[in-house]
């Protein structure tokens, strides 16, 4: 027996499943933030049975139901990675087994009803029923259609990092427009809007058209024109799913629209400056940090209301 099958008949421990619990409480309630997410996606890679407690509580309910008569827990992130801006607070394990019943009603309306979408700013992971992990990104929506001979996501818009499960007698395909990629026991991350769809291989193989992709080969389509394949930084490329915006060598209008794919109060730039470049990480939500950085940088000026940012050049404003 190879160590994976050990692994994978290893029993998972209360206390792990109990933490992953916990997660599902906060990813899907009220003290959700940015640095829960953070904080999630560090525990979940510390170790191999983190991931496989995750699947066990988001995908049954029965497992969850199991242990609502335990002990209160505190759902809160350890001390090295705990917002201070909230509050401790106690939640009942029954309060995680019903948020629970949620996460795999979410599952479940993937896989047999229209979708599932993200908001302004918010980040999912689907558990998928063969293994697979589908992380999206803001402003995302997909549609799940698993079949016994095919797995077949449509991605509508936006962005989302599939890692999937090898199953070499059941496909497993993603459509993005007229588009499809072929995917077999890979990595790769497709972003979709109404001017380009890029797709980006991570590991393993992928078909695109009549295209193979190697590992940190982007293809990107953009419509009139022919596809145009390079190697971007996958570190650039993958920022959001560590709450960061990455800016590499935008105009600043550029830029603005991508900090405002996490915000709901837009990014305004004036035409004087739209075309000044602009590089860094910012916080994903942070348009304001983001536009302070850029004024401090280029002289600009920030103007601010509850509805709007604008920056734009000292000049127009003295007019």
Same mark, same amino acid.
């Given at each position: 027996m190879n160590t994976e099958e050990t692994s994978v008949k290893r029993k998972l421990s209360p206390g792990v499943v109990t933490e992953a619990a916990a997660w599902v409480a906060r990813l899907h309630g009220p003290l959700r933030t940015p640095t829960v997410e953070r904080g999630f996606r560090s525990w979940l890679h510390e170790h191999t049975d983190h991931a496989r407690a995750f699947e066990l509580v988001t995908?049954?309910?029965?497992?969850?139901?199991?242990?609502?008569?335990?002990?209160?827990?505190?759902?809160?992130?350890?001390?090295?990675?705990?917002?201070p801006t909230v509050p401790r607070r106690w939640?009942?394990?029954? $309060?995680? &087994?019903?948020?629970?019943?949620f996460a795999l009603a979410g599952v479940l309306w993937g896989l047999y009803l229209p979708g599932v979408s993200t908001g302004v700013g918010e980040q999912r992971v689907l558990a998928l029923e063969d293994g697979t992990r589908v992380h999206l990104n803001t402003s995302t929506r997909v549609v799940v259609d698993y079949t016994e001979g095919r797995r077949h996501i449509r991605l509508k818009t936006g962005e989302a990092f599939f890692e999937v499960a090898r199953r070499p007698q059941q496909p497993f395909v993603v459509s993005v427009g007229e588009r499809q990629v072929q995917a077999l026991g890979t990595a790769f991350l497709v972003r979709?809007?109404?001017l380009r769809t890029a797709i980006t291989l991570m590991e393993g193989k992928v078909a695109v058209a009549s295209s193979l992709l190697e590992p940190g080969e982007r293809l990107t389509f953009v419509e009139g024109k022919s596809p145009v394949r390079d190697q971007p930084?996958?570190?650039? $490329?993958? &920022?959001?799913?560590?709450?960061?915006v990455a800016i590499d060598n935008l105009t600043l209008a550029e830029a603005a629209a991508e900090m405002n794919r996490y915000s709901e109060r837009p990014l305004i730039v004036g035409p004087a400056v739209a075309e000044l470049r602009v590089s860094g990480i910012f916080r994903a939500g942070d348009s304001v940090g983001f536009a302070g950085a850029v004024a401090r940088n280029y002289g600009l000026?920030?103007?601010?209301?509850?509805?709007?940012?604008?920056?734009?050049?000292?000049?127009?404003?003295?007019?």
């Open positions: 995908d049954s309910w029965d497992e969850v139901a199991a242990l609502k008569d335990g002990a209160n827990i505190e759902v809160t992130l350890p001390s090295d990675r705990r917002d939640v009942p394990l029954a $309060l995680a &087994a019903v948020v629970g019943v979709h809007d109404d930084s996958v570190a650039m $490329l993958t &920022a959001w799913q560590r709450g960061k000026r920030v103007r601010e209301s509850s509805r709007r940012i604008v920056l734009s050049g000292l000049e127009m404003e003295r007019q």
